[in-house]
């Protein structure tokens, strides 16, 4: 300040900020310190709050904010407009005091010219293609307000309106209005009818079908609904059409040639009709081509759909059904029959109980392993036919009670083996009666 004849000291204090400290004559401290205040007056920001209608914001934004940029650069002030999302009319604008007044004539200027010019249309679009208008991020938006100069306003999502606002000069509307259309209808929303059970042959295993459709069409979102008879397709309108065609093609093909049908079984044979293994159904599905879904336990469920060659299904579900209606009419019985007589109703080389099975083939008989020293013979099969079985079974071993006695004779151990003989020859020589039942 050597004008004033002042002497001036700055410092930085850390609370109190930057401090200035004047010396010298009165008159002197006083000049400088007036001129000190008129300069930090004419340099001190501002801010400064601009009400301009929502509508008019993207005028003064511009395309991907290209005039607000221009404009800050240009005056050097901060220029906060508020997105499309925050429902606010007023603009922020910060800076020095000239480069405020310069910022707010120009956003003022851009408001009063386009209030005064601009014209508005209306026109009807699809709510369904309203986001194809909008773009990811409001991004088509933005292309449309880039190439005319038109801005164009969607109503909000949660509105029933499907009325859109062209805004912008008249000689530019048309040309806006054929881009709205172009990119409402670029992208479209598509239907096939399908049987929600053809599904999963229409995806093919591990997504095979599905994975030659996508790589032709990546631009196409294919949705399958659980449930639903029906196939989604959405994208560019010209591929759907293109992928709409071959999954139609598809869903023909299967439904001429495919059929299903869905029997009722019992839960608790469920577990018989798969076999040990899934022994049973793999080879049903083997033999007659078809799929069978066989609910899982927790289910709780009854239904049993079988899939696949119209024959095939018919043939798996009659079989299915004779398994289920033998399983249903099956009974298990356990006869008490005293192990000392097992080995002569099987006979020699199991001949004896041959017969037995013979004459009732649908019954399995089973003799408990001798290790286990039990008396529990079980036979299992149709009611009337396990009946029939333990009666004639039980009748043999009355048989063999009523003809058959036993008398304990005691023997030195030193005579056991001349009763045996060299080999077991005399014991050989014994009738079969006196060791077990005739």
């Known amino acids: 300040m050597h004008k004033t004849g002042a002497h001036l000291e700055l410092s930085l204090a850390k609370d109190q900020g930057l401090s200035i400290m004047v010396s010298g004559k009165l008159d002197a401290v006083m000049k400088a310190r007036k001129e000190i205040v008129s300069r930090l007056q004419t340099q001190v920001s501002r801010m400064s709050l601009v009400n301009i209608d929502k509508v008019y914001h993207p005028f003064i934004t511009g395309a991907y904010n290209k005039v607000v940029g221009e404009m800050s650069q240009d005056t050097g002030a901060r220029i906060n407009v508020p997105p499309p999302s925050v429902n ?35 026109v009807e679009v699809k709510k369904s293609q309203h986001k194809y208008v909008i773009g990811p991020k409001g991004n088509t938006l933005q292309e449309i307000l880039d190439k005319t100069g038109v801005s164009v306003e969607i109503p909000p999502s ?48 591990k997504g095979q079908n599905l994975a ?11 949705e399958f609904t659980e449930g639903e008879d029906k196939i989604t397709l959405e994208g560019p309108t010209k591929d759907v059409q293109m992928v709409q065609s071959q999954i139609q093609a598809i869903v023909t093909d299967l439904v001429s040639r495919m059929d299903y049908a869905e029997i009722s079984v019992d839960p608790k044979f469920h577990r018989h009709l798969i076999g040990k293994g899934g022994v049973n159904i793999n080879r049903i599905k083997e033999l007659h081509k078809v799929t069978v879904r066989i609910p899982p336990d927790n289910e709780k469920s009854n239904l049993i759909r079988i899939e696949g060659d119209p024959q095939g299904v018919q043939e798996a579900k009659k079989e299915l059904l004779e398994l289920a209606s033998r399983m249903e009419n099956e009974r298990t019985k356990d006869l008490i029959i005293e192990q000392r007589f097992h080995r002569a109703i099987i006979g020699q080389k199991g001949e004896k109980i041959k017969e037995v099975r013979d004459k009732f083939p649908e019954v399995i008989i089973n003799f408990p392993d001798p290790a286990q020293k039990s008396d529990i013979v079980q036979l299992r099969g149709p009611r009337t036919e396990v009946e029939k079985c333990s009666k004639f079974m039980q009748k043999i071993v009355a048989e063999m009670v009523e003809n058959s006695f036993s008398v304990s004779v005691p023997i030195f151990k030193q005579f056991h083996r001349n009763i045996i003989g060299k080999g077991g020859s005399n014991i050989k020589k014994v009738p079969l009666c006196f060791i077990a039942p005739c």
Do not use: C
């Open 212 to 222: 030659k459709i996508t790589q032709q069409m990546p631009k196409v979102h294919i």
């Open 158 to 205: 949660d509105s029933s309106s499907e009325t859109v606002i062209l805004r912008g000069e008249p000689d530019r509307l048309g040309q806006a209005l054929t881009e709205v259309y172009a990119k409402a209808n670029s992208y479209t929303v598509s239907s096939v009818s399908a049987p929600s059970w053809l599904h999963r042959f229409i995806i093919g295993k």
């Open 88 to 122: 606010k009319t007023e603009i922020v604008i910060t800076g020095e005091k000239e480069q405020v007044a310069l910022a707010v004539a120009m956003i003022k200027k851009i408001y009063e010219d386009k209030k005064k010019n601009a014209t508005t249309i209306a």
